[in-house]
DNA sequence: TATAATAATGACTGGCTGGTCATTTGTCAA
DNA sequence: TTGACAAATGACCAGCCAGTCATTATTATA
């Protein structure tokens, strides 16, 4: 295992026990058996660390989430977002306690921005669910079922960590599908409304084309297969020249999926071009 | 304005701007405009700060749920509920932030206990509004249901903290009723099953008279009003004597319910008496 | 083996903060 | 006005911790 690997995986124990503010470097680096020193080889400082832990665990589910909405079959989207959530939150056991208890905010204005940013990606990717799921709906109605949808991920998250017993996860799954279900196609009165939808649009950023060219020189230089290196490439210039056809783009985009480093640069991609498509239509 | 009410206020708006551990006993007395000493002679510590702003909002948020389930007619009840937690949010605005940020856990061990046991408080006095809408449920479904609730309105604190849109609350209020009722009445499957109530019950802890007594020993310290008195010390007699007819306990109960210092007192009365009597009608 | 280059170490520093206490300021009765 | 008592002050202390850097150990190369 790589040295950055261990530390962040020490430290997030850590900090899922104690608390980000309350684990000192030299813990964190006891606990790898190495010098305190040895962490300012690996990382700048702390703040990177905290930072890097956040992405690491919100792309990988931010993306899946989304790859999932993309390529799964309309019926069982719903109990595959439970299911897949569910083991999400088991495997990754320290960054959920992590999640749960440090609700974000510390440290600077730019962890805000990025949580919130990421809280966006997801909004998105559970709006196609919905969208996938329930068409006939108004924009907000689909909206407002993406929050109740997300209040009962939470239930399982806080069930499981204020009562101490394991809520058995097909029961849980059937359950919250069933209830959603309900909702979605019996209640008559939301509390997202079309006005309240206009202001929510203004607050979202959007993918630029500069961040994403950075994200992808980033991957670029972190990555060796010649493979990956080279569909980098083609999509970068793609960026610039949009010279190739959408088939070329999809084979490449395929190429990098199965990398975690790309799996950030693949999910941007394919919101940024999406993004440009509608520019294009609504021209 | 006491010099303890000046310090909490203004810790709490700190406290929620910048979180518990980035502000400094100093910044919270240059607000106060006091030297930081005179802290000392209202507090003995940081933690015992923290401690008094969580129990002052805690026992009035919890007391005041349960006499509400207690006393509102049944059909309002679910309701009142949504609109008092609303308007509560809102009211405590900086302490909201500060309980949605800083998901505890913070300092000591002693803390999270006090965070479990004011939610146990809240779970017992959603289960009585639940059991009274819903009286012909099983246990475990009645169970399920204030998990729902409890999910339902954390979607509002969340959202209107995530995006900037202020929710409408009449609509609010009417969509959670109209929805949790729709699941009450028509959901087949739950997640809460009898084994998982018989495991959360255990968990339980129960009103111990000893604390019982003590509460009302320092409830009497910093009360002057004598009726208010004289009902504390027979209060505290008939823990001992068991002397008084249910009338006048609750005759007493009524004098101190509008005094803040009591509300914990009084709420605590009332579930050891239930206790009481529910040991002596299991024996 | 000698030398250069790289990696790892941990003592140290500087900044910060909770808490203390000798001193000052304010109050009020005689 | 005085003196006694209480309240308020802020300089100071001790402890903690992120981050640095001169020194040491390890590895690669010639």
Known sequence: MGKQQLIMDKALELFGKQGINDTTVQQIMNECNMSKGAFYLAFTSKDELITALIDRFMIEYTSDIDQMVRNEKGETLLRQFFIYSYHFSLRHQPFTNLYIKEQIHKLNEHLIEKMKYYNQLLNESLYHLVDR???????????ELVWVIKAFMQIYQKFSFEENGE?????FV??????????ATHSKTTFVTEDLMLQIKWNQVKVDE?????????????????ILVQSL????EHLVNKNLPDAVIHGLLQNIQHSI???????????????EEHKGASR
């Open 133 to 143: 799921l329930y068409k006939h709906k108004t924009e907000y109605e689909k909206y």
């Open 210 to 226: 500069l961040i994403l060219k950075k994200k992808i020189m980033r991957a670029m230089e972190e990555i060796e297969e010649p």
């Open 233 to 236: 490439q083609l999509l970068h």
């Open 174 to 183: 059937t359950s919250c599908v069933e209830k959603i279900d309900l909702i």
């Open 167 to 171: 809520i058995d996860m097909e029961l």
């Open 261 to 275: 480093v790309c799996k950030e640069v693949r999910y941007l991609y394919q919101v940024y071009m999406e993004q």
